[in-house]
């Protein structure tokens, strides 16, 4: 049995690019979760589906695997079983059958690439955000409060203390304690 894996990064993402014309798999297991995340279930349920003489299809190496390690470990532990693994984009393929050891240093190259590649990308962004963070303090300063301050205010006047602020305003306590330290221009 053919069988496609599918796996973006986020729910905001499109799996459509990945086996765009699903190369006539007969089942596909899709998932919207990081790769960093070792709980995968579409992953869990397709090594778990997998018989001896399926395939399985996937659009690159990054989609399968979160790291080298990780990624190596799911094509041995396929490969074990009998099942055939596929990377279309890097037109590798790795079955129990074939020992071919330049497609097994592609793969280890290929992976270690990828995973410098994702290292890399995330420290740009950090040194990205902590300098923008420096040029203009007032964008970063996180996600603006949703609570009415005034109403929270209003309610510690009256004497009531936070636990009761927050059963009444439907908020955790923290929240309150934050809405409290807001300082509140005089014409608002």
Known sequence: ????YRRVSSIGQNLDRQLADQ????K????????????RPALNEMIEF?????EIIVHALDRLGRDIRDLLNIVEQLNTKGVTVE???EQLRFSRESNDPLA???LHMLASFAEWERATAKRRQAEGIARAKLNNPEKYRG????????EVKRLKQQGLGATAIAKQMNIG???VYRALKVTIPPNA
């Open 1 to 4: 049995m053919r069988i496609g």
């Open 173 to 175: 306590r923290a929240s």
């Open 104 to 106: 097994k240093l592609q």
């Open 87 to 89: 990377f279309l984009s």
């Open 28 to 39: 596909v297991f899709e998932e919207k979760v990081s790769g960093s995340n070792r709980d």
């Open 23 to 26: 190369l006539d798999v007969e």
């Open 50 to 54: 997998a018989r001896e003489g399926d």
């Open 143 to 150: 996600r603006p409060i949703k609570i009415d301050v005034h």
